[in-house]
């Protein structure tokens, strides 16, 4: 098999973590030789932002209020990521990012520096009813203020949207539009044969 670079791309609640899980367990025992590198920005954002510090304060109070962190934040985290891991040789996954059309491009200069040839962004498409009910589920402390829930999935539109359209409308990347609103185990069936692994 060869080595895989998938972004998955959805809204809160919409299974990234759980599929990306998945596609984790899966590759590691069809190539238990090629290392697994996965990068959840919101992972590392909930860790810094315990940290002290002006920056870090800033960062906090944004996700606080549901908000979306600035583009540089996320970019100096993956990047310096990028930089500390990658030796080549592993497959790459990234779940949730970019959140930006913007972010999208400076992740695309990433790429051929790595020389990591035709990612493929994987969309879970989820209606916003769905993912409202699958985020107030999952039970996180951050899921459950409406007003919160209701500015993220209001991100998603404004921001993460425009990232989808420039991934479509882009031949360097393999797109592939999932129905989320499945089962995990036939969402995980489609995004194997879209992978074709």
Same mark, same amino acid.
């Given at each position: 098999?060869?080595?895989?670079?998938?972004?998955?791309?959805?809204?809160?609640?919409?299974?990234?973590?759980?599929?990306?899980?998945?596609?984790?367990?899966?590759?590691?025992?069809?190539?238990?030789?090629?290392?697994?590198?996965?990068?959840?920005?919101?992972?590392?954002?909930?860790?810094?932002?315990?940290?002290?510090?002006?920056?870090?304060?800033?960062?906090?109070?944004?996700?606080?209020?549901?908000?979306?962190?600035?583009?540089?934040?996320?970019?100096?985290?993956?990047?310096?990521?990028?930089?500390?891991?990658?030796?080549?040789?592993?497959?790459?996954?990234?779940?949730?990012?970019?959140?930006?059309?913007?972010?999208?491009?400076?992740?695309?200069?990433?790429?051929?520096?790595?020389?990591?040839?035709?990612?493929?962004?994987?969309?879970?498409?989820?209606?916003?009813?769905?993912?409202?009910?699958?985020?107030?589920?999952?039970?996180? #402390?951050? %899921?459950?203020?409406? /007003?919160?829930?209701?500015? =993220?999935?209001?991100?998603? +539109?404004?921001?993460?949207? &425009? #990232?989808? %359209?420039?991934?479509? /409308?882009?031949?360097?990347? =393999?797109?592939?539009?999932? +129905?989320?609103?499945?089962? &995990?185990?036939?969402?995980?069936?489609?995004?194997?044969?879209?992978?074709?692994?």
């Amino acid at each position: 098999m060869e080595l895989q670079t998938v972004i998955f791309i959805g809204r809160s609640g919409a299974g990234k973590g759980m599929q990306s899980g998945m596609l984790q367990d899966y590759l590691r025992e069809k190539t238990p030789e090629s290392p697994i590198l996965y990068i959840e920005t919101g992972t590392y954002f909930r860790k810094l932002i315990k940290e002290s510090g002006y920056a870090w304060g800033r960062a906090r109070k944004i996700l606080e209020e549901g908000g979306r962190p600035p583009d540089f934040l996320a970019v100096w985290i993956w990047a310096g990521v990028f930089i500390e891991k990658i030796k080549g040789g592993e497959h790459l996954i990234f779940d949730g990012m970019p959140r930006s059309a913007t972010e999208a491009k400076i992740l695309d200069t990433a790429f051929p520096f790595y020389n990591l040839k035709l990612p493929t962004v994987v969309f879970l498409n989820v209606s916003e009813h769905w993912a409202e009910e699958h985020l107030r589920m999952r039970g996180r #402390a951050d %899921d459950l203020l409406p /007003e919160v829930v209701a500015k =993220r999935l209001a991100f998603f +539109n404004a921001d993460v949207v &425009p #990232a989808l %359209d420039y991934y479509r /409308e882009n031949q360097s990347h =393999r797109f592939l539009e999932i +129905n989320g609103e499945q089962t &995990p185990e036939e969402v995980f069936n489609d995004i194997k044969k879209g992978l074709g692994i």
